[in-house]
């Protein structure tokens, strides 16, 4: 078969267990005469098979059992190859594809091939769909970005734009939000967020070289060092976008965290701004002990401003004072109306950001 395949799967103990498809067909049921004999509710005696390919795949079938086959929770219909990473239910016994010597450190089986799965209607959720579509993203395959401009308030001029992650993997969903909570399930969200951000620094400085960048951090990543060294890198390799470091508001609270990142970014002549401000607490004692070059006010404390009471009106009026008064650029996110944009520069806010001023366009559009 060329590659030596396993069946990666966890027993009700939590253990995880390797079965190698030593041979093929490889057979998987309850009954004692399967390659795989599996001691789990719900499993066929004869629940579904194996076979190997030309190319020296796996080609799954179900054999017409009841509770279903599964590939990535999707219930076969036909006959499937396989790729490794795949996670394979065979009623709710769960197993993740792979190739022997990325074993992760399971136990493989001996002469024992009876598996007891864990019990349940639903389907178990050990290992993660879509695992290895996720790091052929991660490599590369499929990054892909946008950018939504950033404008003067007065006058309407671009002063900058946003870096927006985007997929155009195959397989994987083009939102951002999507993205995250897989790459959360694998613990790679950082990963993911420096992928997005070295994808478009790179675009933006081929196509736009010069431009004033704002890029997303993710909270995990706000105070790695490895963080740091991948923005030092950048000037390094010929890449010229002036960056605007945009950090969340969660990440205000650790002042002295801040305070001394803020130097860092300094050394490096990179900027930054606090992201979604006023979406949780203001927290303008910590905005005073580190200011910000720009103050991102949050979508919910902007949108139909222009209808909100006056109680409103007067606290954003009073946040925008006082932002400016620290020495940062009140940028106002998220405004979609003409009658927003008025009560914004009537406020002060020195810049704005939303669907009036210029929806996100794919990075290719910086071509023109």
Known sequence: MGRRWFLEGVAADGSHTVHEVSVVPFRVGRDATNELALAAPGLSRQHAVLVATEDGRLRLTDLGSTNGTYVNRVRLAAARVLEEND???FG?????????????GATTTGGDRTMIAPAGAALSGHFVPHERQMLELLGGTGLGG???PIVHATGGERFAFELLG??????????PVHLFALAARLGREA??????????VRTVAQWAPGSTLFVNTHPQETFDPAFLEALRRLPQQGLSVDLVIEVHETAV????RMRELAAKLADLK????????????ARLNELAE???HFVKFDFGLVHGLNEASQAKQKLVSDLVRMVKELGSMALAEGVETEAEAEICRQMGFDLLQGYLTGRPAPLDSLRA
């Open 87 to 89: 996670v394979i239910h």
């Open 92 to 104: 709710n016994a769960e197993f993740r594809l792979g190739v022997l010597g990325d074993s992760g």
């Open 146 to 148: 946008a950018v939504q």
């Open 166 to 175: 985007r997929s155009s993997h195959p397989d994987l969903p083009a939102s």
């Open 191 to 200: 990963e993911l967020s420096g992928a997005f951000r070295e994808h478009g």
């Open 253 to 256: 609270m650790e002042v002295d």
């Open 270 to 281: 990179v900027r930054f701004a606090y992201d979604d401000f006023g979406a949780g607490q």
């Open 290 to 292: 580190v200011p910000a």
